[in-house]
T-cell receptor, first 112, second 108 residues
Framework: KAGVTQTPRYLIKTRGQQVTLSCSPISGHRSVSWYQQTPGQGLQFLFEYFSETQRNKGNFPGRFSGRQFSNSRSEMNVSTLELGDSALYLC???????????FGQGTRLTVV | DAKTTQPPSMDCAEGRAANLPCNHSTISGNEYVYWYRQIHSQGPQYIIHGLKNNETNEMASLIITEDRKSSTLILPHATLRDTAVYYCIARNDYKLSFGAGTTVTVRA
């Protein structure tokens, strides 16, 4: 059974640009969550999607957004990139909202 | 989510059992104890979770004290590939609140 797939694995963007990251959950999983990992802040919750609806959002500015499609695939978008947005962005999927979550390998975003 | 406390680091010898402690003295009755690990620059890997009974799977065992204020993750035969940061999380809702975890180094 394939795991959570995140694309791209690595990305370099310039300040002010926007970026879209993609996450394909494990087949049959309906919940997708996104996390940001930085050396200073550790792993922080960004948002959670279930049945194409954002259910919860962490403490991040409105530049961070996302969506989920009918096949449960999810994308997150960061607009007007700042240097501080450089991080490992992780997607996790779970069968239902409160069941164990399985993470992808992440997308390493570098903003220059 | 209840706050958890873990030692910042620990070493263990290859082939021996590794016992990772976690304190969650403020855990509420509906919060599960979850363990994840993260090998450098990879996504966190789910290990095991439990509510109040001890649990075992192919990776590890989870021992939760009767009062649920602490737990221990046991890796029965540590290998070099078990070197990672291990996170103990008390979870009652949709998100996982990661702390700093324990950096475990398995030495040959």
């Amino acid at each position: 059974k394939a795991g959570v797939t995140q694309t791209p694995r690595y990305l370099i963007k310039t300040r002010g640009q926007q970026v879209t990251l993609s996450c394909s959950p494990i087949s049959g999983h309906r919940s997708v969550s996104w996390y940001q990992q930085t050396p200073g802040q550790g792993l922080q919750f960004l948002f959670e999607y279930f049945s194409e609806t954002q259910r919860n959002k962490g403490n991040f500015p409105g530049r961070f957004s996302g969506r989920q499609f009918s096949n449960s695939r999810s994308e997150m978008n960061v607009s007007t990139l700042e240097l501080g947005d450089s991080a490992l962005y992780l997607c996790a999927s779970s069968l239902e909202r409160h069941t164990e979550a399985f993470f992808g390998q992440g997308t390493r975003l570098t903003v220059v | 989510d209840a706050k958890t406390t873990q030692p910042p680091s620990m070493d263990c010898a290859e082939g021996r059992a590794a016992n990772l402690p976690c304190n969650h003295s403020t855990i509420s009755g509906n919060e599960y104890v979850y363990w994840y690990r993260q090998i450098h620059s990879q996504g966190p890997q789910y290990i095991i979770h439990g509510l109040k009974n001890n649990e075992t799977n192919e990776m590890a065992s989870l021992i939760i004290t009767e009062d649920r204020k602490s737990s221990t993750l046991i890796l029965p035969h540590a290998t070099l590939r078990d070197t990672a940061v291990y996170y103990c999380i008390a979870r009652n809702d949709y998100k996982l609140s990661f702390g700093a975890g324990t950096t475990v180094t398995v030495r040959a």
